[in-house]
């Protein structure tokens, strides 16, 4: 059955999850047989917007929402990007205007399930899932959070996993040097990656550096990534400059380096095979979903964490560590046990190749295509519904 799709998400060059997300899912759906488009969610028109994109829905515009599913009716189904922060109106409520008027088919997929929404939050979200025909989580928890926490119809609740590039070492570019790669290429590398913005816990990952100063060989702590735009607008660069100092207070300019770009695909491919371990120690207890734990586990590397609920679900089963949130010492010791205790790194890379196949780009677009399917077969069209 040929099928085409319309996704409503931010959209490149927009530089967040969101359009990362889309970009990755709109490439492993298209096909010969699949088209995929894009309405892409701006704040001001792009003069030259990318190939894919269809229609641009700057927010706030007059009859912005109508003229957003008008466009997405052109297509056979409508798949949404959800994050309150991305659609205009009081926590993103102007997006349930363009869900009204949709008729076609709608797969809502929920980047963030809180568990303690404002009561104006839990009815965007209550009625966003009313609004659709199938809604989609990328874990259990957040399938449970939703089934248990809302008054949501659970026979729509679908669970497909937050895709990854294929990363494994085969994979991965050869021409050229990894992106600030350290000079003394036996020093262990750990690796932050992805935009940088309070909550990262980055300042706690740094604290750990300074109770590694014992290690022989000594590691290095690489940070990359830009500071998040929007982060930029509310507050210029006081976070990455707050940690810059950390990083001299604590005197381990030796041991972390940052790299303040937006990476390409094939320049991240080749960075993450130089780490000997990824680090997350984010802050966020809420957190159930991450697309860079994803990336880790599909390129088999070691992972530590902390104990956010993605994390939770997808490192049980042994491809990572997982620690208290605002530890340094329990960060600290993680590190060290992945870096010097023999076959621990050995027996996560193992679990992460395991794991990783269900996880990859093209076996979360089937499961997409799958859905689709059902919904098509079910419900040709909301308007003869």
């Avoid at 028109?45 to 466009?71: C, I, T």
């Avoid at 926590?91 to 709608?106: E, F, N, Q, S, Y």
């Avoid at 940088?196 to 300042?203: C, D, F, H, P, Q």
Wanted: aromatic share 4%.
């Amino acid at each position: 059955m040929t099928t085409s799709y319309g996704i409503l998400s931010t959209y490149a060059p927009t530089q967040c999850g969101l359009a990362t997300f889309s970009g990755a899912l709109l490439a492993a759906l298209t096909s010969p047989s699949d088209a995929v488009g894009v309405v892409a969610v701006v704040d001001t028109p792009e003069p030259s917007p990318v190939g894919a994109v269809d229609h641009q829905w700057v927010r706030g515009e007059p009859d912005g929402a109508a003229l957003a599913a008008a466009r997405l009716n052109t297509y056979d189904v409508t798949i949404v990007q959800h994050e309150y922060g991305i659609f205009s109106g009081t926590d993103g409520a102007d997006v349930l205007d363009v869900l009204r008027a949709v008729t076609v088919p709608v797969i809502s997929v929920l980047h963030t399930v809180q568990t303690k929404p404002t009561p104006h939050q839990r009815e965007i979200l209550e009625e966003l899932v009313a609004l659709s025909d199938a809604v989609v989580t990328m874990t259990e928890t957040a399938s449970d959070r939703l089934r248990a926490g809302y008054a949501v119809d659970p026979a729509k609740v679908s669970v497909i996993p937050h895709g990854a590039l294929d990363r494994r070492p085969s994979t991965v570019p050869k021409p050229g040097p990894a992106p600030e790669e350290h000079e003394d290429g036996r020093r262990p590398v750990i690796l932050t990656w992805g935009l940088l913005g309070t909550g990262k816990g980055i300042e706690w990952a740094i604290a750990a550096m300074a109770e590694l100063r014992d290690a022989d060989p000594l590691p290095v702590y690489h940070v990359v990534g830009e500071t998040h735009p929007k982060v930029v607008e509310r507050e210029g660069e006081r976070y990455r400059h707050g940690l810059e100092a950390q990083v001299t207070e604590l005197g381990v300019e030796d041991l972390v380096v940052f790299d303040a770009r937006y990476l390409s695909t094939a320049d991240l491919l080749r960075l993450v095979h130089t780490a000997d371990v990824v680090l997350l120690p984010y802050d966020s207890q809420e957190q159930v979903t991450s697309g860079v734990l994803v990336e880790a586990v599909t390129a088999r590397r070691p992972v530590v964490s902390t104990a956010f609920p993605h994390a939770q679900e997808l490192l049980s089963s042994g491809a990572g560590l997982l620690v208290d949130r605002q530890n340094p010492a329990a960060l600290a010791a993680a590190l060290r046990r992945v870096l010097t205790e023999p076959g621990l790194a050995a027996a996560m890379t193992a679990e992460a190749s395991r794991i990783a196949p269900r996880l990859l780009w093209p076996a979360v677009a089937d499961e997409y295509r799958r859905l689709t399917r059902q919904l098509r077969q079910a419900q040709p069209a909301r308007a003869s519904a």
